[in-house]
């Protein structure tokens, strides 16, 4: 089946610091979600990005799915920006009925 | 702002005993799932349901484990006999045309 990693597996910034995380896919797509996972477990969209680019306030993502990965972008971090980030794909094709293969994500602190 | 939501939000149950977990999927939607994640770990895919029957599961997803959609809006996940490894936050979600969304857990624990 299809691989995802995640990179790099934890960061700490400074607040007001920028961050870029990675994610690598090693078949084609036809689904790549960013979620947030907050302190009480919670997943939180971030954004759907099978392909192109996107942007949500201090939050962008990039997908280039040609070459397999995709990019997110936080800017002027903030304390509550940290969690878990994980990225998700789906397969194209092979009959999937689009259940979501998860990497094992980029734990974010961001320090005062 | 629709949403996914689950119940309960927390669960403990002695090893061999039988657990529901529930979920109320965004209305509109069609396509259903359940997930979980062992703590510390990445999420990983249990079920996805379509047209009222399973669609696709995975390994994880054997014979201790259905899912049932009773009416409408309600979508089970049920252990039959539950091991101390199925001990994890459980997910559902559910999907309209495109992203999933996904509810806030039920954390299972198996004493």
């Known amino acids: 089946g299809i691989q995802v990693e995640q990179s790099p597996p934890d960061l700490i910034l400074q607040e007001g610091a920028n961050s870029t995380l990675r994610c690598n896919f090693s078949?084609?797509?036809?689904?790549l979600q960013w979620f947030h996972q907050n302190p009480w477990g919670q997943l939180i969209n971030l954004f759907y990005?099978?392909?192109g680019t996107k942007q949500n306030g201090r939050l962008s993502a990039t997908t280039v799915a040609t070459e397999r990965y995709s990019l997110l972008y936080i800017s002027s971090s903030q304390t509550t920006d940290s969690g878990v980030y994980f990225c998700?794909?789906?397969?194209?094709?092979?009959?999937?009925?689009?259940?979501?293969?998860f990497g094992k994500g980029t734990k974010l602190s961001v320090k005062p | 702002e629709p949403e996914v939501t689950q119940t309960p939000s927390h669960q403990v149950t002695q090893m061999g005993q039988e657990v529901i977990l529930r979920c109320v999927p965004i209305?509109?939607?069609?396509?259903f799932y359940w997930y979980r994640q062992i703590l510390g770990q990445k999420v990983e895919f249990l079920v996805s349901?379509?047209?009222?029957?399973?669609?696709?599961k995975s390994e994880i997803f054997d014979d201790q484990f259905s899912v049932e959609r009773p009416d409408g809006s309600n979508f089970t996940l049920k252990i039959r006999s539950t091991k101390l490894e199925d001990s994890a936050m459980y997910f559902c979600?559910?999907?309209?045309?495109?992203?999933?969304?996904f509810g806030p857990g039920t954390r299972l624990t198996v004493t």
């Open positions: 209305s509109n939607h069609l396509y």
């Open positions: 349901f379509y047209n009222n029957e399973i669609s696709e």
């Open positions: 990005i099978p392909s």
């Open positions: 979600a559910s999907k309209g045309a495109y992203e999933q969304y």
């Open positions: 078949d084609s797509v036809n689904n």
């Open positions: 998700a794909v789906g397969e194209r094709g092979g009959g999937s009925q689009g259940n979501l293969i």
